[in-house]
């Protein structure tokens, strides 16, 4: 195949790969969503856009590189429509990764995983990412195109450091059309180590701030579906719930969820203080609210001694169900 044969099934199949590219992030980040339960607009760091190669990019990689050799270029080239997943920690890699691994769309080939290079140059810190080559496990119409079984497809999946490190280091370096000298390759090989030794800090401080709200992420969840139940909507919850279940803790033991659940079910009453608490203040638009009224009428001691928000807030709502409240200085 020559150059202008190239290009001419090229011209003729690029829609063809840009749907199947479309298709692919459409599939994982659906995925995502729905097996993992991440939401897309914090997990990923960068919209997941897929992008195909420029016709004078795939020209030159196929017949002007001397670092590649091709028998049928068109065939072996299999980054013709690619995406990248850029995460915040490696430990989110996993997710996407099982979610590429686990589907039936497709078969996958993983082309490059940094534990993998990692494990085989312990000493060397280059460039770190996991590949995958997917390909459509058989044709199928997707948005009107027809996707043949067995076009490829190339998954980037990298952190947000990993990320910063290859584009920097990427054309500068990996395409440079000088020589490259080696104090300069010395230096971003030690930037990569410093990305891992960070990159293993974040992991640790993510750990332990999951660890140290797993305490009361089951009351969480709770309040919110209580508050779906009795005002048959979803909640708004804001920071100042983080600040009050914070503030709280103590109180918040493994037998909460029964006693939330009591409580609602002994105030047949919670419902309309709530639905009028809307109409005049956004607060009683999160699900702490139900917690709050808890607070008031089962530990109003240490309510006083430790609310951390506008008093005015919780003394408006111990009128509302008949208790009444001293400030604590």
């Known amino acids: 195949m020559n150059e202008s044969e190239f290009l001419q099934r090229w011209n003729q199949e690029e829609p063809m790969y840009r749907a199947w590219g479309d298709f692919v992030v459409s599939s994982i980040c659906t995925e995502l969503v729905d097996s993992k339960c991440r939401n897309l607009k914090s997990f990923l760091k960068q919209p997941a856009t897929p992008r195909v190669k420029e016709k004078e990019s795939l020209i030159d990689k196929a017949f002007h590189r001397r670092e590649k050799s091709y028998e049928d270029p068109y065939k072996e080239i299999e980054d013709k429509v690619g995406v990248r997943f850029v995460v915040l920690l490696t430990s989110d890699i996993d997710d996407v990764c099982d979610v590429i691994k686990r589907s039936d769309k497709w078969i996958y080939k993983t082309s490059r995983h940094y534990d993998e290079e990692r494990l085989n140059t312990p000493l060397i810190f280059t460039y770190q990412s996991v590949h995958f080559i997917v390909t459509a496990k058989r044709s199928f119409d997707h948005n009107g195109v027809f996707i043949e079984e067995g076009i490829p497809c190339e998954i980037q999946v990298r952190t947000l450091l990993q990320h910063a490190y290859a584009e920097l280091t990427h054309d500068a370096i990996y395409k440079a059309k000088t020589i ?52 048959k909507e979803k909640p708004n919850n804001q920071k100042s719930a983080i600040l009050i279940l914070d503030t709280f803790k103590k109180v918040i033991d493994d037998d909460i969820i029964r006693k939330l659940y009591k409580f609602v079910e002994d105030m047949p009453e919670l419902e309309s203080l709530i639905r009028d608490g809307k109409t005049k203040s956004s607060f009683y638009e999160q699900s702490i609210t139900i917690f709050v009224y808890w607070l008031i009428k089962r530990r109003k001691n240490i309510l006083q001694k430790e609310w951390p928000l506008e008093w005015r807030i919780i003394q408006k709502m111990a009128s509302d169900i008949g208790v009444s409240l001293e400030r604590q200085a």
């Open 180 to 231: 490259v000298e080696p104090d300069i390759h010395r230096t971003v090989a030690r930037s990569m180590a410093l990305i891992e030794t960070t990159d293993d800090f974040f992991c640790s401080v993510a750990k332990a701030l999951n660890n140290s709200t797993d305490a009361y992420t089951g009351a969480q969840k709770t309040l919110d579906q209580l508050y779906m139940a009795l005002i």
